[in-house]
């Protein structure tokens, strides 16, 4: 995910119920996955994330139903 889609991305994120979320970053670039703009899940089970993070969003203390976490950088 490019720098310049986040707000767009993470909307229709907000806008899903979701269980399950695997975001990866754009893989040529250097840019870091940015998922600040992403509301908290209020029913994710699972939740993986491919890419460089530059920071922990301000969401993930919120998450109380997840069940499995993955990060990792490919």
């Known amino acids: 995910m490019r720098q310049v889609d986040e707000k767009d991305l993470c909307a229709a994120i907000d806008n899903m119920k979701l269980h399950k979320l695997f975001l990866k970053a754009a893989a040529k ?12 899940p209020p029913c994710l089970e699972k939740l993986k994330l491919v890419g460089k993070l530059e920071k922990v969003a301000c969401w993930f203390p919120s998450l109380h139903c997840v ?3 993955s990060y990792g950088l490919d």
């Open 67 to 69: 069940t499995f976490l």
């Open 29 to 40: 670039e250097e840019e870091p996955l940015r998922i600040d703009a992403l509301s908290s």
